[in-house]
Every structure is written in structure tokens, then in C-alpha cells.
């Protein structure tokens, strides 16, 4: 079935430091990719999206580029700052699955002053 | 333009009380409904989805079941609360027959089972 592995948090990053959070996917077809942000007691927010092959989905100065020959869409961002701090997660939609989306298990970043 | 409201945001409850938490979207028809469960510190489970009234799919057994009485409605409810189903309870929608698309996400209920 379809599955998404993120790396293990919490990742503790300076602010300023570039971020990379590695996300990689197992699925059925062509799977939309997506990444969600996750704030303290809050929902979960889209981030950023992409829906086919080499598609790089961008927002808030998040970027991540759906691979499809590593079956990767790894998270990255220049120059965080401390109000990135939340929990991020990868997810896919596979046309050939269920309807609802596969989620990674999440990563925490935490961003210091 | 489309909104999701989940209710209530934080709820206590004791052991073997019953529970009802309420969802609903404005703004479209049709939609596909999900409940998920984050416990603390961890990822999403999928707990239900439903792309009609009366359409409920379950991923998985337990001691919760779900209910779309209308067609922006959906309920999850347990008779019986167990400690285990203490946890972050996220309601979602997707677009009517849209497959491929991402979902969007209420506000979660904070529920602690004492």
C-alpha cells in the first residue's frame, strides 16, 4: 500500500540556517505530494503542493520538487526563522488508493534565536 | 469560499462517559469528510471517510464510530470512553470526486480522557 517516511525530529536549527527535511514515498500510479505545517494546538495548514513529476511546489519561502526517479519531495527552505518552529508533515494522494491522504509521522523543527 | 468548523476545541472526559464531536463545512457540496487521531508526539491516523450521507468507511477497529447525518456533517461519537482514546481529533475535507487533491483541515478537539 502506499506510505510516506519522513526523517526523524526534532530538528534544532539556528535562525538563518537552511532547512532540509527529507520525505520520501511508496505509492500506486502518480501520487499528488504535499507538505503541511502544523502550528501548537493548532490544525494542520497546506503548505505547498505538487502534482506531477519535476513539479516544484513553493510558499513562504518553502520550496520542495517532486522527484519521481528517487520517489522523494524533501523540504527545504534558505533561511528559517524562529516562527517556522511547528511540526511539518508529508503526505501523498494516489489516484489508485483511497481517497484520503497518506501521511508521513511528522517532524519537529524547533528554530533558536 | 470554503470553511470547516470542529467543535468543541478542548473537552475533559471521564472514563466510560460517551462522546460526540461535531464537523461541518460551508462553502461546497458533497464533500469528501474524514476524521483523523494524532496522539501526542505522533503522526495521523486515519480514523474515517465518508463521500456521501450515510457513507462511512472505517480504517480501522475501535471503540469510536462515525456519522454523516447530512450532507456538510459529520460526527464522531464512542458510547463508552476508553483512556486510550485520549488524543488530537482532526476533521478534513476534500473536494467532491476529486482524487489526487489535497484535504483541509479543522482546527482539531483536544480530547483527555481521565
Known amino acids: 500500500g502506499d506510505s510516506v517516511t519522513q526523517m526523524e525530529g526534532p530538528v534544532t536549527l539556528s535562525e538563518e540556517a537552511f532547512l532540509t527535511i527529507n520525505c520520501t514515498y511508496t505509492a500506486t500510479g502518480y501520487p499528488s505530494l504535499f507538505w503541511y505545517v502544523q502550528y501548537p494546538g493548532e490544525g494542520l495548514q497546506l503548505l505547498l503542493k505538487?502534482?506531477?513529476?519535476?513539479d516544484k511546489g513553493s510558499n513562504k519561502g518553502f520550496e520542495a520538487t517532486y522527484r519521481k526517479e528517487t520517489t522523494s519531495f524533501h523540504l527545504e527552505k534558505g533561511s528559517v526563522q524562529v516562527s517556522d518552529s511547528a511540526v511539518y508533515f508529508c503526505a501523498l494522494s494516489s489516484p489508485k488508493g483511497r481517497r484520503a491522504l497518506t501521511f508521513g509521522s511528522g517532524t519537529r523543527l524547533q528554530v533558536q534565536p | 469560499s470554503q470553511t470547516i468548523h470542529q467543535w468543541p476545541a478542548t473537552l475533559v472526559q471521564p472514563v466510560g462517559s460517551p462522546l460526540s464531536l461535531e464537523c461541518t463545512v460551508e462553502g461546497t457540496s458533497n464533500p469528501n469528510l474524514y476524521w483523523y487521531r494524532q496522539a501526542a508526539g505522533r503522526g495521523l491516523q486515519l480514523l474515517f471517510y465518508?463521500?456521501?450521507?450515510?457513507?462511512i468507511s472505517s480504517e480501522v477497529p475501535q471503540n469510536l464510530s462515525a456519522s454523516r447525518p447530512q450532507d456538510r456533517q459529520f460526527i464522531l461519537s464512542s458510547k463508552k470512553l476508553l483512556l486510550s482514546d485520549s488524543g488530537f481529533y482532526l476533521c478534513?475535507?476534500?473536494?467532491?470526486?476529486?482524487?489526487?487533491?489535497?484535504?483541509?483541515f479543522g482546527q482539531g478537539t483536544r480530547l483527555t480522557v481521565v
Open positions: 505538487a502534482t506531477k513529476a519535476d
Open positions: 465518508s463521500v456521501g450521507i450515510g457513507q
Open positions: 478534513a475535507w476534500s473536494p467532491d470526486r476529486a482524487m489526487n487533491t489535497e484535504a483541509f
